[in-house]
């Protein structure tokens, strides 16, 4: 079973930064897709931002410009570095990482709240 360390949650005021890190401990062979999602109360859960093990990345609009993700493969740790905060980013962000090759098996983290709050 692969577990899942997020960390980096908070509460912020509006415009204000936060970075989220997600890590894979273990020693884990063919990590993919490592990604962030979020869930604000009465929304579905969406993609906020992902990264390929290759580094391409894909972002949801309304976070383009404000939101970085990158990884470290070497720690199999993703980051979510989070500028320019508005109440519209308070949610619930969970990690989601890919595991293998042909066939990708997927695991979800346990979520970490973020306000924007005055």
């Known amino acids: 079973q692969v577990r899942l360390v997020e960390s980096g949650g908070g509460k912020v005021q509006p415009g204000g930064s936060l970075r989220l890190s997600c890590s894979v401990p273990g020693r884990v062979r063919n990590l993919s897709t490592m990604a962030w999602y979020r869930q604000a109360p009465g929304k579905q859960r969406e993609l906020a931002a992902s990264m390929t093990s290759a580094g391409v990345t894909q972002y949801q609009d309304s976070v383009k410009g404000r939101f970085a993700i990158s990884r470290d493969n070497a720690r199999n740790t993703a980051y979510l570095q989070m500028r320019s905060l508005t109440p519209e980013d308070t949610a619930v962000y969970y990690c989601?990482?890919?595991?293998?090759?042909?066939?990708?098996?997927?695991?979800w983290g346990q979520g970490t709240q973020v306000t924007v709050a005055s």
């Open positions: 989601n990482v890919k595991i293998g090759t042909d066939v990708f098996t997927e695991y």
